[in-house]
């Protein structure tokens, strides 16, 4: 019903910045609340940010808050995660998450779709 499709991760230094897209496709809607999370090998799968129903609100993890914004772009069907000062403890598969639930959730089993996930690799 819903597809979403991550980039822009990558290697990149500890300091350093990376722009994550997430790409929906489908029966979308500019009221779904939207996610990102992540998740380290052998690890459970963490909360990073949520925006719900067009940006209207935004929420964080403390370990990314001030580093990190959650957007998007309504025309394009994209959201997209700013991530500043990155650290080795940011290493991880990232996801996308979306949910008709126009108010998001923290937690995975708050949303209905999910992306395939990008690799970011922070170096020190």
């Known amino acids: 019903q819903v597809q979403l499709v991550e980039s822009g991760g990558g290697l990149v230094q500890a300091g350093g910045s990376l722009r994550l897209s997430c790409a929906a496709s489908?029966?979308?809607?500019?009221?779904?609340?939207m996610g990102w999370f992540r998740q380290a090998p052998g690890k459970e799968r963490e909360f990073v940010a949520a925006?719900?129903?067009?940006?209207?609100?935004?929420i964080y993890a403390d370990s990314v808050k001030g580093r990190f914004t959650i957007s998007r772009d309504n025309a394009k069907n994209t959201v997209y995660l700013q991530m500043n000062s990155l650290e080795p403890g940011d290493t991880a598969v990232y996801y996308c998450?979306?949910?008709?639930?126009?108010?998001?959730?923290?937690?995975?089993?708050?949303?209905?779709?999910w992306g395939q996930g990008t690799q970011v690799t922070v170096s020190s």
């Open positions: 925006d719900t129903r067009s940006g209207g609100t935004t």
């Open positions: 489908g029966r979308t809607s500019s009221r779904y609340g």
């Open positions: 998450a979306a949910s008709p639930n126009p108010y998001g959730s923290t937690v995975p089993s708050g949303y209905a779709y």
